[in-house]
């Protein structure tokens, strides 16, 4: 099909990363990659892309979408929103049903199937993401860790711990309490939160929302009967799983909290980078900062619960995740049926030339020398989880799990009490907001 040089315009959210910025060739990958599917898709379907971006706050994202909805000016035919914006654009009324969309079919193996499953409302889905986006991937949870460290303490096989299902909380603890030796590197007296010192783990706070889905549980799930959210976050064994996991992560001698004190937000990737810790969490992304480091290293997924789970979860972190979503606009079911070509065929070449890409350069760092973390890359981006009870911030939970981990507090429950008033009333809005879209009329 061609469309006689119809100019598709893509809005991006500049509070998230960008996938589209590729003007010309470079020689730089991802930016090649990124002119390739555009300029390939352009040819073939005689059509013009553009993007445009517009910068607005993370939970702000969804405001140049409602000015174009509201005036009917058909500005942006797809836009990329960080997950707050996405969830506030939804609730807004802003979105199309992607199911009603001609010739855009989420079931091809370019979308990410878990996000297709874990986005759908009954059988609606308003949010997608998969090999169109690379920010996807770098926004997820992961656990990188000092091959030099850990020959020199003459760890296990931490690759080996993942295949054979033993990469748990309580075992990634006990590898982490092993770096015992000369951790006031700065010999200052000092080792809480000592940036210049070394420890078993340098922690982003945002991790801890990926601990509790890594561990198989969710702060909220959409029932698939009713569509509505559900609060899901307390439970016996949420309350284990955090237990387990802040006996190393409040262990200053074993953990540095790198954002306390103000320190720089992405201090603990440097930190990790000049060889100062054994293992980092972070997203998948922070490997692009460790072209200077030294010391070998490799990635993993954040550890599981248990051995009993049969697989390992990582979630997207929601301060970076962006979601592509389709604005409603005053185009006939014909006009939809066209945006929803462009897309299927962007994400179809994306996954020959973007994700190559990703990988390439993610994996040429000093990860490049072990095949295995390729593999672990592979066992991340296929388990991607995705938690609207963080995105949809309800009960201000997504912060609370935070605040803990700032605050060095275990009592979640008389905290989720503080909450729970909120959270049911942000609830009761967010599903009759919802069920309000699900109630309109598909695009016609």
Sequence with gaps: MTYDGYTYNIFQHTAVYKDFQAEEITGEPINDADFERMTTVEDRLDVEIEFHDLSAGQRDGQTPLSMTVQAG????????????????ALCDKLLVDLNTIGNLDLSREWWDQYCTLECTFVDKVYFMTGDISICDNKNTFSAFFNKNMAEEYQLPNFYEMVDNGTWTIENFQKQAEVVTANLDKDGDGNHINDIDDIYGIWIWDDVMMGI??????????????????????MSEKFLDAFNKFAAYAYNKDVTCAYQRNGYA??????????????????????SLNFREMED?????????YDELQDRYISSG????????????LTYDQEG??????????????????????????????KISRDEESARMLDII????????????????????????????????ASAY?????????????????????EQEQPAE
Excluded: H
């Excluded at 799930?221 to 609060?231: A, D, F, S, V």
């Design 417 to 437: 009490q503080r909450s729970n008033k909120l959270a049911t009333k942000v609830l009761k809005k967010t599903n009759e907001a919802i069920k309000e879209m």
């Design 212 to 233: 509790v889905n890594a561990s198989d549980l969710k702060c909220c799930t959409i029932n698939k009967q009713t569509g509505e959210i559900e609060l899901t976050i």
């Design 73 to 88: 000016t058909n500005d942006y035919d797809i836009g990329t929103l960080g997950s707050y914006s996405a969830c506030n």
């Design 336 to 365: 939809y049926a066209r945006i929803g070509y462009i897309t299927q065929m962007l994400a179809y070449e994306s996954l020959y030339t973007m994700t190559p890409a990703f990988y390439d350069q993610t994996l040429q760092n």
């Design 265 to 286: 937000a992405d201090y603990g990737s440097i930190a990790f980078r000049e060889g100062r810790g054994l293992f980092f969490l972070q997203n998948v992304g922070s």
């Design 317 to 328: 972190a929601s301060w970076g995740l962006p979601f592509y979503v389709i604005p409603r």
């Design 381 to 412: 981006f296929e388990s991607r989880s995705y938690d609207f009870g963080w995105y949809f911030e309800i009960g201000g939970y997504n912060e609370t799990i935070m605040n803990m981990l700032r605050q060095y507090t275990l009592d979640f």
């Design 296 to 304: 070998e290293f490799g990635i993993l997924p954040l550890p599981k």
